[in-house]
């Protein structure tokens, strides 16, 4: 989401989350408004490769460390994170538990993992991270490609 008004009339529409992705670098002042006025449906959606922050669809360098724009993202009102390791999206290698421990920490509150979950043992770690650590995790390609199914990874998670 890009303006108030879209996120206005998801609101309205009953959407329980909203993402904000490359505004958070690209008109903070829209991405601050939009943490204020509804802090419990937005979410800061944040993608890196290598501790550097991706925009637009990952194509762009925001010329932000990681680190520092999510450490921000409470001043703002955020309470949500999806934190994407672009290295890892895709890929089914596993995932950096570690680096989410890391990214929970600086924020101040749990996120979203997303990138690399490849099979029941990656939701499982993360599960075991806990709920200060991981709120939960988005998991694509392992499921349309049969590694895992929704019902076992709910079971993994202990959902």
């Known amino acids: 989401m890009r303006s108030i008004a879209a996120?206005?009339?998801?609101?309205?529409?009953?959407?329980r989350r909203i993402s904000i992705?490359?505004?958070l670098v690209r008109d903070p002042v829209f991405a601050a408004?939009?943490?204020r006025d509804f802090a419990d449906l937005?979410?800061?959606d944040v993608?890196?490769?290598?501790?550097?922050?991706?925009?637009n669809g990952w194509r762009e360098g925001a010329c932000v460390a990681a680190d520092e724009?999510?450490?921000?993202?409470?001043?703002?009102?955020?309470r949500h994170l999806v934190f994407t390791d672009i290295s890892r999206d895709g890929m089914q290698v596993g995932v950096n538990v570690e680096d989410y421990?890391?990214?929970?920490?600086?924020?101040?509150?749990?996120?979203?993992?997303?990138?690399?979950?490849?099979?029941?043992?990656d939701i499982r770690a993360l599960a075991a991270a806990g709920p200060d650590v991981?709120?939960?995790?988005?998991?694509g390609r392992a499921i349309y490609e049969g590694s895992l199914t929704l019902e076992a990874a709910l079971a993994a998670a202990g959902s």
């Open 7 to 15: 996120v206005e009339r998801l609101a309205e529409l009953g959407v």
């Open 69 to 78: 724009l999510v450490a921000h993202l409470a001043d703002l009102g955020y």
């Open 47 to 55: 993608a890196a490769r290598d501790g550097q922050v991706k925009v």
């Open 134 to 139: 991981i709120e939960g995790c988005i998991t």
């Open 33 to 35: 408004t939009a943490a």
């Open 101 to 121: 421990r890391h990214i929970a920490r600086v924020a101040g509150f749990p996120v979203v993992a997303s990138g690399g979950i490849a099979s029941l043992e």
């Open 42 to 44: 937005v979410v800061a």
């Open 21 to 23: 992705g490359t505004a």
